[in-house]
């Protein structure tokens, strides 16, 4: 009986090992995933980080490790782990570039994905993604518009469900009271102080008024004990320019005070949409990307 050639046993031998790489590729992920839902993060990825060197045609490494940069924050160097044209690494970058400020990359990956052979479902994913830049930049009008057309034409439930919620929420916003920087300059111009009050800013406007109050009445005080004496009004002229400076900066500061509760009402609308629907645990779920559970 002949002994099999060199090739041959070179052949088999790789056979023999094809079960061993298969399950060492499947223990990363499986162990990574692991650190994952147990939320060690730099754990998790070390795991990603060697299974995706030891097979580099892996993805899935690749994306779950920018996951675990994404958890802590680190939307910018999450992206460098994102190269690829595959739907979830593109989705996932998408959602990095938002958070990292990236707005180019964010509309170049959006309209690539818009233009592939992805799904119609991944496809509504986008378009529904891609509407809050629309939310960040506070141009609701176009926003509605946006999201109106998309719950018209999207046909993935989730999407429809997701849009319709948007809407709803954008009611609620344009519904809320704004207080008015005009009225509030026109207050604290009748009595200082009460524009900050009005625009909810209470200490700001008693602050105001006390100061403003102060000062005016300290000039008043000054001017008649000069005109009494028969003297010089220079102290009081002076007092009373730092009286009108505090009265003035009372105004503007009603102005600001108006502006920085609606400024607030808005911050609040924009986090709640970002809170409930357009979150990590939204992205990561419609992205595609799943994680062992059975650990």
Avoid at 60 to 67: D, E, H, N, T
Avoid at 116 to 140: C, H, I, M, P, V
Avoid at 258 to 266: F, L, M, P, V
Wanted: with cysteine.
């Amino acid at each position: 009986m002949s002994k099999p050639s060199n090739t041959a046993q070179a052949s088999l031998l790789i056979l023999c090992m094809i079960p061993f790489w298969l399950n060492a590729e499947k223990s990363h992920e499986e162990l990574g995933d692991s650190y994952y839902k147990a939320r060690e993060f730099s754990l998790a990825r070390i795991e990603y980080d060697r299974g995706a060197g030891a097979f580099p045609g892996n993805k899935v490494l690749p994306a779950k490790s920018a996951l675990t940069l994404m958890r802590e924050n680190r939307f910018r160097d999450s992206i460098k782990h994102l190269e690829g044209d595959e739907f979830s690494l593109t989705y996932l970058r998408m959602f990095a570039s938002l958070k990292a400020g990236f707005r180019s990359r964010f509309l170049l990956d959006q309209g690539n994905l818009l233009d592939s052979n992805a799904t119609a479902a991944q496809k509504d994913f986008t378009r529904l993604l891609g509407g809050t830049l629309y939310l960040e930049d506070g141009d609701y009008q176009v926003a509605q518009k946006y999201f109106e057309k998309l719950q018209g034409e999207a046909e993935d439930e989730t999407v429809r469900r997701v849009t319709s919620q948007t809407l709803t929420e954008m009611q609620k916003f344009e519904q809320l009271p704004r207080k008015s920087v005009l009225l509030a300059a026109g207050l604290s111009s009748i009595l200082p102080g009460s524009g900050q009050i009005y625009s909810g800013h209470v200490a700001d406007g008693i602050s105001s008024f006390a100061f403003t109050s102060v000062v005016c009445g300290s000039a008043a005080y000054m001017n008649h004990l000069e005109t009494k004496a028969k003297s010089s009004h220079t102290g009081s002229i002076v007092t009373g320019l730092l009286g009108l400076g505090f009265y003035l900066v009372n105004i503007t500061g009603a102005v600001a005070s108006a502006q920085r509760y609606n400024n607030y009402q808005e911050r609040k609308f924009q986090q709640n949409i970002r809170e409930r629907f357009f979150n990590l645990d939204f992205v990561e779920k419609s992205s595609g990307i799943v994680f062992q559970t059975n650990f």
